[in-house]
């Protein structure tokens, strides 16, 4: 079945950029989504179409893809930031997939 | 206010039965596809299936994990959706959400816990 493969963790200090990429044969026909979910807390979509931010989300998170491999940056990190964050797209049939998930952890 | 409030969790033993439901306020439900998504303790998200609306078929689609096992099912008229789960097994254990995944919002609820025990 078809897989996304997330690195598990990323560890950044205050201020300087997260890079959390996702890989995946399809992203190169579906979109990325990224969700950002904290302890006790239901995700929260922060990214769509591969690029668009919804409302209410911080200008400091952006997304891009590149052939088959999707990419969520966090700028200027914040201690807000660390939560686990998740890659969503569809297969060639349109069933949805996630990520396995990669924590932020804020130094 | 959109709201998705999951109902039916607790504890089973392995090979029984539970249904869950989730109840839909504050949007037009009979537009929405509707998914089920789980996350096992201290994992990741699991997309369990989802369900589309009439117009689009109502066709139903399943995570290859549960597949054969697991139906999900929408009642229009008093705008739920249901997952009734067969041949639990202790790998099934997880907090499951009931989810609308559109985009540029995606609506959550706040899960119910299944527990299958050997």
């Known amino acids: 079945s078809y897989e996304l493969t997330q690195s598990p963790s990323v560890s950044v200090s205050p201020g300087q950029t997260a890079r959390i990429t996702c890989s995946g044969d399809?992203?190169?026909?579906?979109?990325a989504y990224w969700y950002q979910q904290k302890p006790g807390q239901a995700p929260v979509m922060v990214i769509y179409?591969?690029?668009e931010r919804p409302s209410g989300i911080s200008e400091r998170l952006s997304g891009s893809t590149s052939g088959t491999t999707a990419t969520l940056t966090i700028s200027g990190v914040q201690a807000e930031d660390e939560a686990d964050y998740y890659c969503?797209?569809?297969?060639?049939?349109?069933?949805?997939?996630f990520g396995g998930g990669t924590k932020v952890t804020v130094l | 206010e959109v709201q998705l409030v999951e109902s039916g969790g607790g504890l089973v033993k392995s090979g029984g039965s539970l249904r869950l439901s989730c109840e839909v306020s504050?949007?037009?439900?009979?537009?929405?596809?509707m998914s089920w998504v789980r996350q096992a303790p201290g994992k990741g998200l699991e997309w369990v299936g989802r369900v589309k609306t009439e117009s689009d078929g109502g066709t139903i689609d399943y995570a290859p994990s549960v597949r054969g096992r697991f139906i999900i099912s929408r009642d229009e008229s008093k705008n739920l959706m249901f997952l009734q789960m067969n041949s639990l097994k202790t790998e099934d254990t997880a907090l499951y959400y009931c989810?609308?995944?559109?985009?540029?919002?995606?609506?959550w609820g706040q899960g119910t816990r299944v527990t299958v025990s050997s």
């Open positions: 969503q797209s569809a297969d060639s049939i349109g069933a949805v997939v």
């Open positions: 504050g949007l037009p439900f009979n537009n929405a596809w």
């Open positions: 399809e992203l190169t026909k579906q979109y």
């Open positions: 179409k591969d690029s």
């Open positions: 989810s609308i995944l559109t985009s540029p919002v995606a609506f």
